[in-house]
Structure formats: structure tokens, C-alpha cells
């Protein structure tokens, strides 16, 4: 799933291509993406971008003074796990399999909305004003703007583990499995480590991995893609220290990443940098394997 770094990038890129320009029209072709009827997308054919944000990970799209709307209209764009964005020419055609939508600029060109898959969860809502935009806000506080009293009062406020606390956007505001697991690892923390068990300096240390990941992806990313338009927005980047990295050598002391794997995600970590040397067990193989299952590196190692 697109996350802060990432939204930034698409957000970035768009503001040069769209902000001013008038949305032609909306060809909406998945019939699963737009999630509501009232306003319907018609209503902003014709009319012009006026603003780009970020709410979460979702991209609204603001028209302001659209003729016979009292209120600001919002599109409001959540890519879930495998929507992307594709700038194309000028009346580009919507792909057949994966395509869900095509938003026509006139000349200035195409955005075009793809979703990899077969279960289609991309949601696209038009809303009506900033009151009814808010009910699509989690909540959770944007990581970036934290102070470390901020960081601290939202992550301690329920005990949970920290890879639930950071992902949870009742929490904060965009970070998702992918960068989770790279601030826990910059942060040297085991992903399960409770929120209530931190100390200070743990606390202030993740709160400067948090910002210092974040902060280097999206100028990364920025980087790469420069004057086009992001193509390959991605959960799994080869220069990651360990998320999608299962198997591979930590960056930091060379021990062979690790993974709890659960439902359709998985937590990679090194148990050296962050356990103290731990397996933390992975629920359906150290289930299977039992007394077998290595508890530590050492072992695991030594198998």
C-alpha cells in the first residue's frame, strides 16, 4: 500500500500537472471504485483542481466554487494495497484488466487509475464541504509535525506492540507494514516490544527513526523521480534494510533478515539489531515445527 513517502511523490508530481488545470472529464470504468452517488463525479467535470492534499494515505482532490455546490466538493482517492496512478497522453485509454479510471485534462493530459488483482479495493468518495471530508480522517497525528511530547502521548496511549502502535492510523497519519518495519529496524526495537515498556531514550530514538526514515524516503523518491511521474511505487525497494528482505543480510551486522508472517503481511526484522539475538516465533511455522523451531539466531544458525 502507497504510504507517507510515497502519496508525497504522486502529490508532488501532480501539483505541476494539475493544480489549475480543469478536470475535462471522469471516465469511471470499475464499477467497485466510486463509493458514493451524491455529489455525483459530473458535478466536477468541467470544473478546476483548486487544491492537492494528503489525508492519511488517501489524495484528495479539491474544487472549490462549483457551480450549484454550497460547499468545496472533495474527491477523496484511497489506492488501498495495489491502486497506482499512470500520467498518460491526452485521451489515453483505460486498460482493459487493471484499469479502474481515467481522469482527461484536456491537452495537459491523462491520469489514469490502475489496481493490480483480482479483489478491487480502491475507493474513490465525492464529498461535500471540510466537515464531511473529515469523516475520512483516522485521526492519527502526521509523524512529521511530532514534537517528541506529541509522538509520545499518541503512541503510549494504548499498550500494544510497536508495530501495531506505528501502523495504526488512529496513531499516525501514513505509515504503513513497509516503513514500520524500516523505522523499527533504524530505531533498533523489536516489533513486538509493547508501547508501555518503552523508556525515554527508546522513545525519543524511535521518534527520531521515525522522522528520519520518512524524511529521506520522500526526498528519495522526489529524487528518482524528478520531472516525470512515479511508475514504480512499490512496498518492496531493493535499498530497504529489511522490509520484503527475508533471507537477505542486515545492512547494519550482515544476520539473515527475519519475518513474522500473519494473515496477508508480514513484519521483517534483524534479531540481532533489534531482539537481542531472538526469534520471535512466526505463528504457523513455529506452530508446525514445535520443539524444532530455533529460539535464537545462534541456532538457527547453527542448524
Known sequence: MPELPDIEDYLRALRVRI???????????????????????????????????????????EFADVPGEPETVFAVLHLM?????????????VPGKVGLAAFDFG????LVLTEAGT?????????????????HDRGGIEPLDADLAAFREALTRENRTLKRGLTDPRIFSGIGNAFSDEILHRAGLSPVKRTGQLSD???ATL????????????TRLAAET?????????AFRPDFAVHGRYGDPCPVCGTGVQRIRYAANETNYCPRCQTGGKLLADRSL?????????????????Q
Open 226 to 234: 524528478g520531472e516525470g511521474f512515479p511508475e514504480k511505487v512499490t
Open 119 to 135: 479483489k478491487k479495493r480502491a475507493s474513490l468518495h465525492l464529498v461535500r464541504g471540510e466537515a464531511t471530508l473529515a469523516e
Open 286 to 302: 513455529s506452530r508446525l515445527l514445535k520443539d524444532d523451531w530455533p529460539r535464537t539466531v545462534d541456532e538457527l544458525e547453527g
Open 107 to 110: 491537452e495537459v493530459g491523462t
Open 19 to 61: 493544480l489549475g488545470v480543469r478536470l475535462e472529464r471522469a471516465r469511471i470504468t470499475g464499477f467497485s471504485l466510486l463509493k458514493t452517488y451524491d455529489p455525483p463525479v459530473s458535478v466536477v467535470e468541467g470544473e478546476v483542481v483548486t487544491g492537492l492534499r494528503r489525508l492519511g494515505k488517501r489524495i484528495v482532490f
Open 201 to 203: 531514550d527508546e522513545l
Open 207 to 218: 521518534h527520531r527513526a521515525t522522522v528520519e526514515v520518512l524524511t529521506e524516503w520522500t
Open 81 to 93: 494495497i495495489a491502486g497506482r496512478l499512470r500520467w498518460r497522453e491526452p485521451g489515453a485509454k
